[in-house]
């Protein structure tokens, strides 16, 4: 966390900060679907509560906060008040594992009667070397939460979406998991920071042995692994619940599924969980394929450089520098959360058992066969032949 009580608390303010963004990000996707199915379906959307109908996320967050408490007689009252807060927690924990940005360098500086620094902050809530195995397994926690607010409810609909849930989520995670070996095997680390760090610069890849370059390519990693890519986001279209896999919230089966019985600021965890998994997804997708913070063709140096050469401290730069690049992560964010409201009222739902046979024996057997193709395919290629 730190060596002092301000790194520390800087530190703590950033994990806050983090979760904070993701919570606040919510009600500005939902504004983005709504908005987005209108000008799909040729309608207007929400028009009427202030410009655009921005305010009436002000409007829903106070519906949410003042609607009446309800607890179903026969609940399971703690299992089913936990549901909502498993649903929400690990999203924000995954997300704060992600950088979003290149880390701050700050000088020593005197303060309070003594001297301080110098740090490093990264961008990010905290450093675990193993990040990927880290998100992957938070990340499935939520499963747990379906299942709770399914038994919870003590309501034959939560319960049969819980199940259904579930199991999608348990079948598609295998699918998700494979498709990430083949990034693996190219970036040869788990770490989040060292896969964003091998993706500046120009296309770079060994060609038996020889290493070989393409200067009009970025060096991303959707060029060497384009299977991979479309299976990774299929499957986290499974993994959160979306359209066209949102099989456990068919309203005419099962109603709203394994929520059926919540309402209030409890539905509204249900919401910011699925939309911070979406979140999770959607910064998964730009660090492995996409660069990550990183602009093309453009180094994190030549950006400091560039505000060092206008006349800002170290410091400033540093901080104009991050600032920079997590607009550029923003940015790419943004076009897959897009990408997720355009599939949602693009695609019709598919039968369950179209999903389960997809996943099982479509998406599952090409993972397995991009993992086994791509690692011939870098010993092949990182050995010398000659």
């Known amino acids: 966390m730190g060596t002092d009580i301000l790194e520390v608390s800087i530190n703590f303010a950033k994990m806050v900060a983090i979760f904070l963004l ?4 919510v009600p500005l996707l939902v504004w983005v679907e709504r908005r987005g199915s209108a000008l799909i379906q040729n309608r207007l959307g929400p028009n009427r509560v202030g410009p655009l109908g ?3 996320l002000l409007a829903d967050a106070v519906k949410f906060l003042t609607k009446e408490e309800f ?6 009252r703690f299992l089913f008040y936990a549901a909502p807060v498993v649903a929400l927690l690990p999203a924000a924990v995954a997300f704060n594992a992600i950088p979003l940005s290149h880390p701050i360098q700050v000088e020593a500086f005197e303060w309070l009667g003594r001297e301080w620094g110098p740090y490093t902050f990264l961008f990010q809530g905290y450093e675990i070397g193993i990040g990927i195995v880290f998100v992957l397994g938070v990340s499935s926690l939520a499963a747990y939460a379906l299942l709770l607010a399914g038994w919870g409810s003590d309501n034959k609909y939560s319960l049969l979406g819980a199940l259904r849930a579930s199991a999608q989520m348990i079948s598609y995670e295998l699918a998700l998991g494979l498709s990430i070996v083949g990034i693996l095997l190219i970036y040869n680390t788990f770490s989040f920071s060292e896969m964003v760090a091998q993706q500046t610069g120009p296309l770079t890849f060994m060609f038996f042995g020889q290493e070989t370059s393409i200067g009009f390519l970025p060096n991303w990693g959707i060029f060497f692994q384009p299977l991979g890519a479309i299976l990774l986001l299929a499957a986290v279209f499974a993994e959160t619940n979306r359209l066209p896999f949102d099989l456990p919230e068919a309203e005419a089966e099962l109603v709203a599924g394994y ?31 996409f660069g990550g913070y990183h602009i093309p ?6 950006i400091n450089e560039f505000f060092v050469s206008q006349g800002q401290g170290l410091t400033q730069a540093s901080l104009l520098t991050a600032l920079v690049l997590h607009l550029s992560f923003f940015a790419k964010i943004l076009v897959f ?11 019709p739902r598919f039968r369950y058992d179209q999903l389960m046979n997809l996943g099982w024996k479509t998406m599952l057997p090409w993972a397995l066969a991009n993992t086994v193709i791509t690692a011939i395919i870098v010993l092949m290629m990182r050995s010398s032949w000659s």
């Open 22 to 25: 993701m919570v606040q990000l």
């Open 71 to 76: 607890v179903p007689a026969k609940s399971h």
């Open 54 to 56: 921005l305010t009436q």
């Open 297 to 302: 063709f453009i180094t994190p140096e030549q």
């Open 337 to 347: 959360l897009w990408i997720f409201v355009w599939v949602r009222w693009t695609l």
């Open 259 to 289: 929520h059926t019985e919540y309402g209030g600021i409890k539905m509204n965890m249900f919401y910011i969980g699925e939309y911070g998994h979406m979140l999770v997804a959607s910064a998964l997708m730009v660090t492995f394929y």
